[in-house]
């Protein structure tokens, strides 16, 4: 190499460069990866809020299903699955917005750190594994909410303003 002008200033198997990559990928994408389940654990805090806020707001209406018979359990439910719809909804969302954003994360980040353009591929896994995330974080959001629309009373929601 050096009689063809090029000057070398070290050697360095292809395979020592791709792991070295890979490690640094890998760190990459497990620091996101817990930056979407922070944000969506404070996404079911938020839920959490919005159901409560909702409760609030039927309270005349968790009476009337009261007054006609509506036991703990069927009021929990609506609240419940009130609470999974929107989740569903702001991952329908979620899926919509993450193609073009990650192209653009993709693009940034293998031009820095590679020189060149990475191929982004969504598996069906980790779509559908997200939607898991996203219903139970729902769930578990509107059950606070759910158990206090429960408990309201008759009397209490007569006595409401």
Do not use: H
């Not at 292809?14 to 760190?27: K, M, V, Y």
């Not at 039927?58 to 299903?65: A, D, K, L």
């Not at 999974?84 to 969302?93: D, E, N, P």
């Not at 191929?119 to 769930?139: E, Q, R």
């Amino acid at each position: 190499m050096t009689d063809r002008g090029f000057q070398i200033s070290g050697v360095m198997p292809g395979l020592t460069i791709q792991e070295d990559n890979a490690r640094a990928i890998n760190i990459l994408v497990i620091f996101l990866l817990i930056m979407a389940l922070l944000t969506a654990f404070v996404g079911s805090i938020g839920l959490t809020g919005t159901m409560g806020m909702n409760v609030l707001e039927r309270t005349r209406e968790i009476g009337v299903m009261r007054a006609i018979g509506a036991v703990d359990f069927e009021i929990m439910k609506s609240v419940v699955i009130e609470g999974v719809i929107i989740g569903l909804i702001t991952w329908v969302l979620a899926i919509g917005i993450s193609f073009p954003i990650s192209q653009i994360l993709l693009k940034i980040i293998s031009d820095s750190m590679m020189g060149s353009t990475i191929d982004l591929t969504f598996t069906p896994f980790g779509v559908y594994l997200w939607l898991g995330v996203v219903v139970l974080l729902s769930m578990f959001a509107s059950i606070v909410p759910a158990r206090n629309a429960a408990r309201l009373t008759i009397n209490e929601v007569l006595a409401y303003e």
